[in-house]
């Protein structure tokens, strides 16, 4: 999976189990969001990464998708790049929860896959688009279209094997 267009492994900090800056448990985020994107392709590859906290030790605001901890809940953040040019990823929303985080980047990940052109970085998905309509159509959609997108994710998750 190293050069196809892929879920790379998520890049997690300690959180909350050995930094006293943590204020969410990152790494138990980091792993479920792994868990819950492994083995599905995408338009490009897709870089990942959840902090515990805003000092970004995982660089989760440069990451495609990127889960930061702040306190009370979490932010969401999407189209960062840490390339050849850096890009500091767009605000998608802040939630309480881990699972309200999880489900707003399950989102946002479908969502991508289903808009993006082929060989299209999300930070390019996202520029092209802009961060209201993509917020507009995923997070800020309406339960129907919302639940539309996560059950074709789930439909893809069941399909997918590992290679």
């Not at 083995?39 to 495609?64: F, I």
Request: charged residues 25%.
């Amino acid at each position: 999976q190293a050069y196809t267009k892929v879920v790379r492994m998520v890049k997690t900090c300690v959180g909350t189990v050995f930094c006293r800056f943590g204020t969410q448990h990152s790494t138990e985020a980091g792993i479920e969001m792994e868990r819950r994107f492994e083995q599905l392709y995408t338009p490009h590859k897709v870089k990942m990464g959840a902090v515990g906290c805003p000092r970004n030790c995982a660089e989760a605001n440069v990451k495609d998708i990127g889960l930061v901890g702040i306190e009370g809940g979490w932010q969401v953040v999407v189209g960062g790049a840490a390339g050849k040019s850096v890009r500091k990823a767009d605000l998608l929303t802040t939630v309480e929860t881990t699972g309200e985080a999880l489900e707003a980047a399950e989102l946002f990940f479908q969502y991508y896959r289903e808009n993006a052109n082929y060989l299209e970085r999300t930070y390019d998905f996202v520029e092209r688009l802009g961060i209201e309509k993509v917020r507009k159509d995923t997070v800020y959609a309406s339960a129907a279209t919302r639940s539309a997108l996560l059950d074709r994710l789930r439909k893809s998750m069941s399909r997918a094997r590992n290679a």
